[in-house]
């Protein structure tokens, strides 16, 4: 069976799994940012398959593994179900008596964090919007407000 074919007859089980894991996520983590880890594992699975064994089972474990993989690469913790990039005493929807959301990053990352930044972090974090949502608002893509989340994490990580 050609690559295409597995991935269209095979979508289904993508879903099915993506759904499956979401229900143990915890709410930071869109759907949709987890159906598309469970596509890219059908995609491996379909371009690695040797026709050997079962494809289904043989696909089952290479989209949980993407899907695993994406999670890890958010700092997910699977026993506390929260994600773990920012510190626990780091409250960035908070304010303090006198701290603004800006003054708190900009004490973390040494003013290495844009405004795009800042206000993405705000939005994600301050106001518990969703990747989909910022990319809206922003007009930039999901991947590209994932990716800068990402990447301004780790340099708050890094400044502490």
């Known amino acids: 069976m050609l690559t295409n ?11 099915k799994i993506a759904k499956s894991q979401y229900r143990k996520t915890p709410p930071q983590v869109q759907y949709d940012e987890l159906q598309s880890a469970a596509y890219m594992g059908l995609v491996d699975a379909a ?7 079962d494809f289904g ?6 989209i949980i593994g993407e899907i695993k993989d994406y999670l890890r690469s958010l700092k997910w913790d699977r026993n506390t179900n ?5 510190p626990e005493n780091f ?10 959301f800006d003054d708190i990053l900009d004490g973390f990352a040494e003013k290495r964090i844009s405004l795009l930044g800042k206000r ?5 974090y301050g106001e518990r919007l969703s990747i989909s949502v ?23 990580r890094l400044a502490i």
Not at 57 to 62: D, I
Not at 120 to 124: A, F
Not at 135 to 152: G, T
Request: hydrophobic share 35%.
């Open 57 to 62: 089972k043989y696909a089952s474990f290479r």
């Open 134 to 156: 910022i990319a809206e608002k922003l007009n930039l893509s999901d991947a590209r407000i994932s990716q800068l989340v990402k990447q301004n994490i780790e340099t708050i």
């Open 91 to 100: 409250d960035i929807a908070g304010e303090t008596e006198s701290e603004n």
């Open 5 to 15: 074919e597995l991935i269209l007859n095979h979508l289904h089980l993508a879903e």
């Open 47 to 53: 371009n690695r398959y040797d026709g050997k064994r």
């Open 82 to 86: 929260q994600l773990c990039s920012i």
């Open 120 to 124: 993405i972090l705000r939005m994600y």
